[in-house]
């Protein structure tokens, strides 16, 4: 391979790696964590990450624990798409994220990448953001000084960029329970049906009083389409209190692409975008409408 | 600079002296000799360097081969029992599942993965759980319908011996 050489460390514990990361920052030393690899491992070959040490983070045990503690699920930044689509406690409490994992790459893909690594690189398309999002996921970084907890919209400034510092670990990623009531739905849309890149995808959770004839709530979150990932709330306001008819549904859509034009500015593909994700918000609140 | 690697391959233990950027692929075809797992894209997107570390797919070319250390790793060669070919192996056989050949191994792998986890898939199943790799000669139809083909032998097998 044709790629500079660098040293390999593979700690037992997080404690060890931010030790790592520290003495690599103090020197001046390159250094990546190392998790899935899917993103890595490409960057490697092409060149354009190039790290003197690889601290490879899968040989920690605690990092691939999903575990439910109060209301809350914590899952370890290790565990993989493929652990997600399968995990009972994250099908039943965050089912979207399951969802969102399960669009991700192939078999091969699922079975390398981590939750941790597709928050961490950042990318506008990763399919698991809009489920946190949506799910109002905390991020736990550990540092040399200790934790810090962010909300995960807290977390990415610009596309692949974020808020972590070049001595700091995402340890967990904390899926607060939602409410019962909510019924979600993911949808993504691509080139190909797989191991494709989302031209975009969208996380939807509400809950419609049918009683009542309204939207009590809605959490909205359209990827590939902003800077960061942020929530519609303009598509959310245009929702919560009314009935469910074409008509919201369409004030909706055009909120939400609105918003989109509003945080992105007129790109070459706003064309394309603006009407699909009117449409793509219309499909996904009328989706999660009929889940009852 | 290089670091000792303890791993199975095949069921072999292995002890072999790696460079850290050395990848799972590159340790396997150029250092061990095994050149069943192909490098296509080297990219991940293409599932011809397919292998299963503990059971599970990977894209081998995704992996440093020093992430493996302590797993155990299967390649096509561990597919048969000495001279008796996999079901799987008889099924593309058989069934015609290969043109060229390049994308087999890595095809086999991905199957095996597939009914480690779900012995009886459906058709449908089966085209997900083959999403990972491309095959650049024979549109798929007959690779499907090996891995069908395989799963019933394998279920009648499993019937026999209990």
Same mark, same amino acid.
């Given at each position: 391979m044709?790629?500079p050489?660098?040293?390999y460390t593979a700690?037992r514990? =997080?404690?060890e %790696?931010?030790?790592t990361? +520290?003495?690599a920052?103090e020197?001046?030393i390159?250094?990546?964590v190392l998790a899935?690899?899917?993103?890595?491992m490409p960057?490697l070959r092409?060149?354009?990450t190039?790290?003197?040490v690889?601290v490879?983070?899968?040989r920690i045990?605690?990092?691939? +624990?999903?575990e +439910?503690m109060g209301?809350e699920?914590r899952?370890?930044?290790m %565990?993989t798409?493929?652990?997600?689509v =399968?995990?009972?406690?994250v099908r039943?409490y965050a089912g %979207?994220l399951?969802?969102?994992?399960?669009?991700?790459g192939?078999?091969?893909i699922?079975?390398?990448?981590?939750?941790?690594g597709n928050?961490?690189n950042?990318?506008p398309a990763a399919d698991t953001?809009p489920?946190?999002?949506?799910?109002?996921?905390?991020?736990?970084?550990?540092?040399p000084?200790?934790? @810090? !907890?962010l909300?995960?919209?807290?977390?990415?400034?610009?596309?692949y960029q =974020?808020? !972590?510092?070049?001595?700091?670990?995402?340890?967990?990623?904390?899926?607060p329970?939602p409410?019962p009531?909510? @019924?979600a739905?993911?949808l993504k849309?691509?080139r190909r049906k797989?191991?494709?890149?989302a031209?975009?995808?969208l996380?939807c959770?509400?809950?419609y009083?049918?009683?009542?004839e309204?939207?009590?709530?809605?959490r909205?979150c359209?990827?590939s389409s902003t800077p960061r990932?942020v929530?519609?709330t303009?598509?959310?306001k245009?929702l919560?209190?009314k009935?469910?008819?074409?008509e919201v549904?369409?004030?909706a859509?055009r909120a939400a692409?609105e918003?989109m034009?509003?945080?992105s500015?007129l @790109?070459?593909? =706003?064309?394309?975008?603006?009407?699909? %994700?009117?449409?793509l918000v219309?499909?996904?609140?009328r989706?999660?409408?009929?889940k009852? | 600079?290089k670091?000792?690697l &303890?791993?199975t391959?095949?069921?072999?233990?292995?002890e072999?002296?790696?460079?850290?950027?050395t990848?799972?692929?590159?340790?396997?075809?150029?250092?061990i000799?095994?050149?069943?797992p192909?490098?296509g894209?080297n990219a991940?997107?293409?599932?011809a360097?397919?292998?299963l570390i503990?059971g599970?797919a990977?894209?081998?070319? &995704?992996?440093?081969?020093?992430q493996v250390e302590g797993?155990?790793v299967?390649?096509v060669?561990g597919?048969a029992?000495g001279?008796?070919?996999?079901p799987l192996?008889e099924a593309?056989?058989?069934d015609g599942?290969y043109?060229c *050949?390049?994308?087999?191994? *890595?095809?086999?792998m991905?199957a095996?993965s597939?009914l480690?986890?779900?012995?009886?898939p &459906?058709i449908?199943?089966?085209?997900?759980g083959l999403? *990972?790799?491309?095959?650049?000669?024979?549109?798929?139809?007959?690779?499907?319908? &090996?891995i069908h083909?395989?799963?019933?032998?394998?279920?009648?097998e *499993?019937?026999?011996?209990s």
């Open positions: 044709s790629y050489a660098f040293r700690p514990t =997080t404690r %790696v931010v030790e990361l +520290r003495i920052k020197k001046g390159r250094a990546n899935g690899g899917t993103d890595l960057q092409e060149g354009t190039t790290p003197e690889v490879d983070i899968s045990p605690v990092l691939k +624990r999903i +439910r209301n699920i899952i370890g930044a %565990v798409h493929a652990e997600l =399968t995990s009972e406690l039943e %979207v399951s969802e969102a994992a399960k669009m991700v192939s078999p091969q699922r079975n390398l990448g981590t939750l941790g928050v961490v950042a990318s953001i489920a946190l999002v949506i799910l109002e996921a905390k991020l736990v970084l550990k540092g000084e200790g934790e @810090r !907890i909300s995960v919209t807290d977390f990415f400034t610009a596309p =974020t808020v !972590i510092e070049a001595d700091e670990l995402l340890t967990d990623i904390v899926v329970l409410p009531s909510g @019924r739905v993911f849309l691509a797989a191991v494709a890149i031209r975009m995808n996380a959770m509400l809950y009083d049918r009683q009542k309204t939207f009590e709530w809605v909205l359209v990827g990932p929530r519609m303009e598509a959310e245009a919560i209190g009935p469910f008819s074409t549904l369409q004030e859509g692409a918003q034009v509003q945080l500015g @790109r070459s593909s =706003t064309a394309y975008k603006k009407p699909v %994700v009117g449409d219309m499909r996904a609140v989706m999660a409408v009929e009852g | 600079m670091k000792i &303890s791993f391959l095949n069921g072999q233990p292995y072999v002296a790696v460079k850290p950027k990848t799972l692929i590159e340790l396997i075809r150029d250092e000799g095994l050149t069943g192909k490098i894209c991940g997107a293409c599932g360097c397919t292998v503990d599970k990977v894209d081998s070319c &995704s992996v440093l081969a020093l797993h155990s299967e390649t060669e597919l029992d001279d008796k070919l996999h192996q593309f056989l058989d599942g043109q *050949g390049f994308c087999t191994p *890595g095809m086999l991905a095996k597939l480690n986890e779900n012995p009886d &459906s449908h199943e089966i085209r997900h999403s *990972g790799n491309l095959c650049r000669c024979t549109g798929y139809v007959r690779i499907i319908d &090996s083909d395989a799963a019933q032998r394998m279920k009648k *499993g019937g026999e011996k």
